[in-house]
């Protein structure tokens, strides 16, 4: 793939140049939960300006070309080291950063919340995505993750059925946690302090940025990877 069209997906982008994900973010095109969709759909929905988002995507993938990057093809990856991967690199950073996170984000409502109401959904949206992510993870790694590894060793069509519906409902639930960290964005004007914010701010913020390009990648790679491979 050396041009972007309209044509192409943000997920199928996201997975040959991942650096793609920042702009899609910047401009609100969704790359995991709606990443099936044709650019072009995306273009009208949103009102965007189709050639100088292409323009733009394809600049950067020709400059990122010219660099030495290392990119891990997702699509022949064997399928119990892809669910590894998800578990150490995804569920990991989950576990450890909820909570501390979820510590800073109630400390800023309590600190500025009564000036910034906007503090308030704040700490009610994260603690509803904590709650989500915390269930989600749980029953893909109890639940979902063991189906596919059993399924890699010994195929069959009883067990992919199995694996179908529990996909499902997955998706259904990152389709939940996404549009709760798109809320964040948008109440947090892009996760951007303001000029006078404290340093516990400024971090409860910067958290927040890198809490959802973590979890954009770990959805991406879920529903537009693992789940299709086992479509």
């Not at 943000?10 to 973010?25: N, T």
């Not at 990991?92 to 009564?114: D, I, M, N, Q, S």
């Amino acid at each position: 793939m050396n041009t972007f069209t309209a044509a192409h997906t943000p997920a199928a982008i996201v997975k040959v140049f991942p650096k793609a994900s920042d702009l899609f973010k910047e401009r609100q095109i969704d790359f995991c939960c709606g990443g099936d969709r044709a650019l072009k759909d995306t273009f009208a929905e949103k009102n965007l300006d189709e050639t100088a988002v292409l323009s733009a995507l394809n600049t950067a993938y020709e400059r990122w070309q010219r660099e030495d990057h290392h990119v891990i093809d997702w699509d022949t990856m064997p399928l119990p080291e892809l669910v590894d991967h998800i578990v150490y690199h995804h569920h990991a950073y989950l576990a450890e950063e909820l909570p501390a996170l979820g510590e800073f984000v109630t400390k800023v409502f309590r600190k500025h919340g009564g000036d910034q109401p906007h503090l308030q959904e704040l700490h009610r949206l994260y603690n509803d995505f904590k709650v989500e992510m915390e269930e989600h993870t749980l029953k893909e790694e109890r639940d979902v993750f063991p189906l596919i590894k059993e399924y890699e060793k010994n195929p069959s069509e009883t067990l992919l059925e199995q694996i179908h519906v529990a996909n499902e409902a997955l998706e259904e639930e990152h389709d939940t946690c996404g549009d709760i960290l798109k809320r964040m964005r948008v109440i947090t004007d892009g996760f951007q302090p303001h000029a006078y914010a404290c340093g516990s701010y400024q971090i409860t913020y910067a958290r927040l940025a890198e809490l959802e390009e973590n979890t954009f990648q770990h959805i991406h790679l879920e529903n537009n990877v693992l789940f299709k491979r086992l479509s």
